[in-house]
């Protein structure tokens, strides 16, 4: 299994050997039930069907509900897919546990980052502003000229840094470190901040970039 579904907790610190700071995220990373498997006959690729966190029935629409109990499993809040070479080292109904990751692996961290709303460009996207005098009248925060600079091609390019919504993306923080691993609570502790806010839901992956014994 390349991942799981987990969970954002909280953000803390540790202290190496060296009695140096090393700011980490705790995350509760699954258990996670397998629900569905996806063959390359059938959809066209391999991949397993994960749910985590169990949520009452009667929250799940019909649909909903015959899927999980033609696996027979209680109804789950979140579903993700993940993609696998062997469809056969898995069944329905299997746990997926904390204990496929180790001390030292490298992963890679999916979230939602901090919705921040409609804002300018100074918070947005760290513009300097205008000046605060010489005759500067309501022009502190704003973003200036946005023309080409010229007659032509007389319109503003796509792409422009502008004023508009913040935040609320999909993130991926890449080649986190796993420090610490809490099997009996299914606890990962990585190195690094993670997007989203505490009690977010995140998908915890092999670190595609940097190769780690798994």
């Known amino acids: 299994m390349i991942g799981l579904i987990g969970k954002k907790i909280r953000m803390g610190q540790l202290f190496n ?19 569905q498997k996806k063959s390359r006959e059938k959809e066209g690729y391999a991949a397993v069907q994960l749910g985590f966190e169990d949520k009452k029935e009667k929250n799940s629409n019909s649909p ?31 746990e997926i546990r904390v204990d496929i990751f180790k001390v030292g692996n490298y992963v890679d961290v999916i979230g939602v980052s901090k919705g921040r709303g409609f804002t300018g460009v100074m918070k947005r996207w760290g513009f300097a502003g205008g000046p605060a005098t010489h005759g500067a009248h309501k ?49 990962l502790t990585v190195k690094g901040a993670i997007p989203g806010a505490n009690g977010g839901y995140v998908i915890i992956r092999r670190a595609i970039k940097k190769t780690s014994e798994w």
């Not at 109990?69 to 109804?75: A, E, F, L, M, P």
């Open 17 to 35: 050997e060296g009695g140096r700071v090393i700011p980490v995220t705790i995350l509760k990373a699954g258990p996670c039930s397998v629900i």
């Open 64 to 94: 909903e509900r015959g899927h999980f109990r033609r696996v027979g499993v209680k109804s789950k809040k979140v579903l993700r897919e993940f993609r696998v070479t062997n469809l056969d080292d898995y069944k329905e109904t299997d």
């Open 139 to 187: 022009w502190h925060r704003r973003p200036g000229s946005i023309g080409s600079g010229s007659a032509d091609p007389s319109r503003v390019f796509k792409g422009k840094k502008m004023p508009g919504r913040m935040g609320g993306a999909k993130v991926t923080c890449q080649n986190l470190e796993i420090v610490h691993i809490n099997m009996e609570e299914n606890l």
